[in-house]
């Protein structure tokens, strides 16, 4: 009997038996928890699309273009120098979404994942628009292709194919940056063939995942709902059906009037299957937590309706950890949900130390490789490479290098001695470092470095500087 209980769990909802794919048609949801949903979702789209073409103090609020190896987060240039905080941020960001889904389950695919949003707020609410409610678009599936099939058909691929340009479009932006985009588009596509072929394969992609693939990317390509299964416990926040007042002794029953269902044992399941028809990704929920489940409680804004209508009390489905429905024991932050907090905030405060430790500008000086020191009298040389990077959105003039320490050495640019460092650019070249034989007192020694623009230190550094002698 438990067994075929649990038979559900070998198969997922959106594929039959025979391995066939069963198209999802998802009820279009109303109620509280979809009309914040859809504020949420506005609020970050709005975000998505204008984060590339904000700019603070000259720098693109977010970029990630991986090919020039240029970052800006929040408003940050990152360079691949700074790649130690990227790391660090990703290992945050890790930790913070395996602590959020211990404690909240995966209300963050239901709410905040791009795909959620583009999927359910964007494509779906344009095909309720044009193919109709659930009915009516299982009617239209099944329909032979007539002139309204066909005139649906095209309309609905057609606004989809263009709504897939205009995300491929962003995307491209956080990618080479907004201003190149926009200059790419002023200057028109056959100059830019190439750019513009890998924007149509961008705009393939996003057409097959949301036209075609949809739910089956929550399902079956990512990670994130394995993940959850390893991370969920008994103590996790989840949709969750309240199978203890829903089944009651006799389990569940149709709804009739003035019948006193509990007198009957009966809970207050009236079997209505509406949580079932509003379901994007094709599952039950009173089976329990699934892996297909993203959390975007449609099915508790449908449940509480038939509950009110009923005349019955809402939470059916509801926001709950299993112990809270099993033993009504309330939600406790656990020892490892502790664990996971401390870790989190260990880790931020090394981030904000590492942001307030980083510099504007950075240089690094180091001994041309392969090439030994050189002696002339008393006087010991060696030849080093230079390269100064600023991270800053303004120039840098008159760069000079000042010898700190040992102070009787000497240093001497190769080249022009007029050095600019452009914003966000580098500065690079050749220069010697000279000293006396008798101030070297071991065959290395460290030489600290300043550079200077006009009379402002704007950064420091070290080198090694080697010679003959041996101690």
Same mark, same amino acid.
């Not at 590339?52 to 020039?68: C, H, S, T, Y």
């Not at 009651?248 to 509990?262: P, Q, S």
């Given at each position: 009997m438990v067994i075929q209980e649990e038979e559900f769990r070998n198969t997922i909802g959106t594929v039959d038996k025979d391995g066939k794919r069963l198209w999802a048609f998802p009820k279009k949801p109303k109620g509280v928890y979809y009309k914040y949903r859809k504020y949420v979702s506005y609020l970050l789209l709005i975000f998505l699309f204008a984060a590339?073409?904000?700019?603070?103090?000259?720098?693109?609020?977010?970029?990630?273009?991986?090919?020039?190896r240029r970052f800006n987060i929040f408003g940050f240039p990152f360079w691949p120098q700074d790649f130690y905080l990227f790391v660090i941020s990703l290992i945050i960001g890790v930790v913070f979404i395996t602590l959020f889904t211990v404690a909240f389950g995966r209300i963050f695919c239901g709410w905040i994942c791009p795909q959620t949003i583009f999927m359910e707020m964007v494509f779906r609410r344009i095909e309720y628009w044009i193919d109709g409610d659930r009915n009516a678009q299982m009617k239209l599936d099944k329909q032979p292709w007539n002139a309204e099939k066909i005139r649906k058909r095209a309309l609905k691929w057609l606004i989809f194919f263009l709504i897939s340009f205009v995300i491929a479009n962003i995307f491209l932006a956080y990618l080479i940056g907004s201003d190149q985009l926009l200059l790419y588009i002023s200057e028109g596509p056959l100059n830019h063939w190439r750019v513009f072929v890998s924007l149509l394969i961008f705009t393939g992609v996003f057409y097959f995942i949301f036209a075609w693939f949809r739910e089956q990317v929550c399902i079956i390509a990512c990670p994130y709902g394995r993940l959850q299964g390893v991370l969920l416990d008994t103590q996790s926040i989840v949709v969750a059906y309240d199978?203890? $007042?829903?089944?009651?002794?006799? !389990?569940?029953?149709?709804?009739?009037?003035?019948?006193? $269902?509990?007198?009957?044992?009966? !809970?207050d399941c009236i079997d209505c299957f509406q949580c079932v028809h509003v379901c994007p990704t094709n599952i039950d929920i009173r089976n329990g937590t699934q892996l297909e489940c993203i959390n975007c409680?449609?099915?508790?804004?449908?449940?509480?309706?038939?509950?009110i209508k009923s005349g019955m009390p809402k939470g059916l489905i509801r926001y709950a950890s299993e112990k809270e429905i099993a033993q009504k024991e309330k939600f406790r932050f656990t020892a490892r949900m502790k664990g996971y907090t401390a870790v989190l905030s260990?880790?931020?405060?090394i981030l904000i130390g590492m942001l307030f430790l980083r510099s504007d500008v950075q240089a690094n000086i180091l001994r041309l490789p392969g090439q030994l020191y050189q002696k002339e009298g008393e006087i010991i040389s060696n030849v080093y490479t230079y390269k100064i990077i600023n991270k800053t959105t303004h120039s840098f003039d008159n760069i000079t290098f000042k010898i700190v320490e040992p102070k009787q050495a000497t240093i001497q640019i190769v080249g022009d001695q007029n050095i600019t460092l452009p914003k966000q650019g580098l500065a690079q070249g050749t220069l010697f470092i000279r000293l006396d034989e008798a101030f070297l007192d071991k065959k290395k020694i460290k030489v600290k470095i300043e550079v200077y623009s006009e009379k402002q230190r704007i950064e420091s550094t070290t080198t090694i500087f080697t010679g003959p002698k041996t101690f």
């Open positions: 590339p073409f904000v700019k603070i103090d000259g720098n693109q609020f977010l970029m990630f273009n991986i090919l020039e199978y203890k $007042r829903g089944e009651a002794e006799n !389990g569940r029953k149709k709804f009739r009037k003035n019948e006193d $269902r509990k007198a009957l044992g009966y !809970g409680t449609a099915c508790i804004d449908a449940c509480d309706e038939v509950m260990i880790l931020i405060g």
